[in-house]
């Protein structure tokens, strides 16, 4: 089963959207949590409206979003996690395909596709990425998006799951605590050239609203790994990760990205 918690606050304006996605889906079976950190705008009302669906859903003051997801998984049920903020939504048929990948693979761990871009003006725009590699995770270029991404709950709990004690960054540093476990065992970690989910950008998201914040703590996070502090030559070798990027991105999909937006990579 796969276990989706959704964390929200405030988000009366996309988080219907958002619900509907997950509940439509077919061909898997899946749960679905909402923990809500005390939303003043509506947004409860409308859980309230699906309740019949939710196996928990609870709303009040939190210690915020990465301590909801933490306490939403320790809840949840599911060999297979993920979650999807009340602002981003799933597209039809992913679940299905997410249930028979890990259904059909006992050493798959980590499984994530490709996913759109939505802006505040509906213009959408489709996201390639590329085959998970740790150390390009680390010095340049986050290839996981994080709404088109499941895992075992198996890798989850061996990493230690979410540290709440980051406020921003947190899926990323998720990411590359399963990536370096993972770094030794070949087909843990797949990419799958499809298009899983959507991600809307706005003003209120915290990709728009607080780039700074994430680059705060984004040292933090690279220190926790050995790889990073014994580097020399960090932004030699961050050229280099460019480079293996860009020849990636034209061996495995055909082309060389050119990021006019990065908070859209």
């Known amino acids: 089963m796969i276990s989706i918690v959704t ?48 196996v928990y859903w609870h709303s009040r003051k939190d210690d915020g979003q990465s301590a909801a997801i933490a306490e939403g998984f320790s809840r949840s049920k599911g060999d297979v996690l993920c979650w999807l903020n009340a602002d981003d939504y799933f597209l039809p048929g992913v679940l299905a395909k997410v249930h028979e990948r890990f259904a059909g693979c006992a050493g798959l761990q980590v499984l994530y596709g490709d996913y759109i871009v939505l802006d505040e003006n509906g213009a959408m725009e489709a996201k390639p990425k590329i085959s998970f590699d740790f150390e390009i995770c680390l010095l340049f270029y986050l290839m996981i998006p994080q709404p088109s991404c499941f895992w075992r709950r198996e890798i989850y709990d061996r990493v230690g799951g979410i540290n709440t004690g980051l ?41 728009v609203s607080a780039r700074e914040r994430f680059r705060a703590e984004r040292k933090q996070i690279q220190n926790q790994f050995d790889y990073y502090r014994n580097l020399h030559f960090r932004k030699f ?20 990205p050119l990021r006019k937006d990065a908070r859209k990579a």
């Open 167 to 207: 406020n921003f960054a947190f899926d990323w540093d998720l990411f590359l605590r399963m990536g370096d476990a993972l770094k030794d065992e070949p087909g843990a970690i797949v990419h799958v050239r499809d298009l899983f989910s959507v991600f809307r950008l706005h003003a209120a998201s915290k990709s």
């Open 237 to 256: 070798a961050k050229a280099v990760q460019i480079v293996r990027t860009l020849r990636k991105f034209y061996l495995e999909r055909g082309f060389v």
């Open 7 to 54: 964390p929200c606050y405030n988000a009366a304006a996309f988080i219907e959207e958002t619900l509907d996605s997950i509940l439509s889906q077919k061909g898997a079976p899946f749960e679905l949590l909402v923990l809500d950190g005390g939303s003043t705008d509506g947004t409860v009302e409308i859980i309230r409206r699906y309740e019949k669906h939710l």
